[in-house]
């Protein structure tokens, strides 16, 4: 059993930053797969990143050039540093595994809101 716990989400202003952080517990960190997913209201859940076991990222074109995922091994987290934020991007954000084996799972979520 693998638990996500996501932290950094909060209020901020278009053109701002956050990072947000997950840390992992459970086995097979490094050879997961990790994502950041985000939700917002009435909006089906939609992927906004993923790195592979390898360091290998990919990017929904929304936020490309602007998000960058990046995982430390060490710590068993992943991160996602979020510049230039515009009110679009506000949603809960939710960091996901998957394991080789193929079972996933899902942190609680944290809430990102962007003001214009």
């Known amino acids: 059993q693998v638990q996500l716990l996501e932290s950094g989400g909060g209020l901020v202003q278009a053109g701002g930053a956050l990072r947000l952080s997950c840390a992992a517990s459970?086995?097979?960190?490094?050879?997961?797969?990790m994502s950041w997913y985000r939700q917002a209201p009435g909006k089906q859940r939609e992927l906004v990143a993923s790195i592979s076991a390898t360091g290998s990222t990919n990017y929904a074109d929304s936020v490309k050039g602007r998000f960058t995922i990046s995982r430390d091994n060490a710590e068993s987290t992943i991160y996602l540093q979020m510049n230039g934020l515009k009110p679009e991007d506000t949603a809960v954000y939710y960091c996901?595994?998957?394991?080789?084996?193929?079972?996933?799972?899902w942190g609680q979520g944290t809430q990102v809101i962007v003001s214009s």
């Open positions: 459970g086995t097979f960190f490094r050879l997961s797969v």
């Open positions: 996901h595994s998957v394991r080789p084996m193929g079972i996933d799972s």
